[in-house]
């Protein structure tokens, strides 16, 4: 399918990692939404090494996630 002409198209929005280009924003200005190993330091998939993985460990951490990535998406 083809992007809708004067739309934003969105390709993906990953809901376990931040989005790529922000891992500085990221662990800056929300660290505490950001999984930690036992060393204190962001996990990152190898794969992915720009995007630090989100911590939904508790019932109160997905909710300021999802308002991040709310915003992300209605922009």
Known sequence: MAPA?????ICYVNGFQTQPGE????LRQRRDLILLG???RPLID??????????TSTAAKPTP???VIGE???I
């Open 38 to 40: 036992s060393d204190s």
């Open 5 to 9: 002409p004067g739309f934003y198209n």
């Open 46 to 55: 190898e794969n992915r090494p720009d995007e630090p993985i989100v911590d």
């Open 72 to 74: 992300t998406v209605s």
């Open 65 to 67: 996630f999802a308002c």
């Open 23 to 26: 891992h500085d924003l990221w």
